[in-house]
């Protein structure tokens, strides 16, 4: 059974920082595009960032790239999220997910099977 669990997310202040964190276990993690998603309250599940199997290739949404820093480590099958210079807008709760099929890239939700709970971001201005 694959599992994901998030943490890192709390309450900071505009311009301020934050890492996200996300550990999969029940899965051959390494083999995988990992990606971060995000949902703020009445709207639709946005893709955030991603990163293919071998880290090598990462990708963002407009709106994050410069500031948001997406990472692996494949030994402890863990994936992160480092977020600065944070802004109101990124108040969402964010989920880690796993691609489908191994070595696929993809920002659809849609190509993504297995999920985290979900952490809170809120940035206060």
């Known amino acids: 059974q694959v599992q994901l669990a998030e943490s890192g997310g709390g309450l900071v202040q505009a311009g301020g920082s934050l890492r996200l964190s996300c550990t999969v276990s029940g899965h051959t993690f390494r083999n995988y595009t990992m990606a971060w998603f995000r949902q703020a309250p009445g709207k639709e599940r946005e893709f955030v960032a991603g990163i293919n199997w071998s880290g090598s290739v990462t990708y963002y949404r407009d709106s994050v790239k410069g500031r948001f820093t997406i990472s692996r480590d494949n030994a402890k099958n863990s994936v992160y999220l480092q977020m600065d210079s944070l802004k109101p807008e990124d108040t969402a709760t964010y989920y880690c997910?796993?691609?489908?099929?191994?070595?696929?890239?993809?920002?659809?939700?849609?190509?993504?099977?297995?999920w985290g709970q979900g952490t809170q971001v809120t940035v206060s201005s």
């Open positions: 997910a796993v691609h489908d099929r191994p070595i696929r890239v993809s920002k659809t939700a849609a190509d993504f099977g297995s």
